[in-house]
Structure formats: structure tokens, C-alpha cells
């Protein structure tokens, strides 16, 4: 009986080396992206805070990742550069309409900015609709 488990447990550790060697080389391709995917999610937290959600879009695509794209050497970055999905995910974002957030991308990437600023940031909530979500989180200081 004991081998029988032992063996089943060989078996289903001998799986998951498949997986973690796929893993392996997905953190390996990401190391790669690593430093331009930071720099994406840095410059969207700290300067689109108070643009609208096309002129947000159009910085990143038209401004900074050409930019990136001609510095020497040039920057790597995630294929579909998205600063929502580099740095929350869909559970976090869930958690926040649970919290009261409204679920429109604007909300959305005000709270991403909002959770990883040191400091207040600049924000346009046009409608008021994220002002009641982040007076609950943060209080009305």
C-alpha cells in the first residue's frame, strides 16, 4: 500500500516538472521585459493620473513606447503593454468594485494609481464616481 502511494506521488510530482520547467522559462523570457515593464508602469502611475482614458492611451502608444523603442540599447517591454495587467490583477480590481468602485477602466486605473502612489495624486473623476470609493478606503482626510 505504502509504495502504491509512493509511487502515485512520484507520478504526480513527475507532472508538475513539466510545469515548473514551463514556468522556468516563462520568468526567464519575462526577466527580459522586466526592466521596460517597469518603466511603462512607473511612468503611467506617476504622469496620467489627471488625463482623460484616450489621451492616457495615446501617451503610452504614441509617445512613450517610440521613445523607448529608439533609445539604444533599446528598451524590451511586454508585447501587449498593458500597465493595468503588469501591476493588478482581476482579483484585485474585483475586490475594489466590491468595495464600492465603479467598474469603468477610468475608475480602474485611478484606483491602480491611487493604491501605488506614495503621495495624493492628480486624478480626473468626471462623473464623481470613485470619490465615494476612495473617501471609504482612504477616509475623509
Not at 469603468?104 to 470619490?131: C, F, H, K, Y
Request: some cysteine; hydrophobic content about 40%; aromatic content about 12%.
Amino acid at each position: 500500500h505504502q509504495i502504491d502511494l509512493a509511487y502515485r506521488l512520484v507520478n504526480g510530482l513527475q507532472s508538475e516538472k513539466i510545469r515548473w520547467r514551463d514556468l522556468i522559462y516563462s520568468f526567464q523570457a519575462k526577466l527580459v521585459t522586466l526592466p521596460g515593464d517597469i518603466l511603462i508602469i512607473s511612468c503611467f502611475i506617476s504622469y496620467v493620473g489627471c488625463f482623460t482614458r484616450h489621451y492616457r492611451l495615446e501617451l503610452m502608444r504614441s509617445k512613450w513606447i517610440p521613445t523607448f523603442k529608439r533609445i539604444k540599447p533599446e528598451i524590451s517591454f511586454s508585447e501587449y503593454c498593458d500597465p493595468l495587467a503588469l501591476i493588478c490583477d482581476d482579483a484585485q480590481i474585483a475586490q475594489w468594485n466590491n468595495e464600492g468602485l465603479p467598474s469603468d477602466g477610468m475608475s480602474t486605473e485611478n484606483a491602480v494609481i491611487l493604491v501605488n502612489s506614495s503621495r495624493w495624486p492628480l486624478m480626473i473623476d468626471p462623473q464623481l464616481q470613485g470619490i465615494k470609493w476612495i473617501k471609504q478606503k482612504y477616509g475623509d482626510d
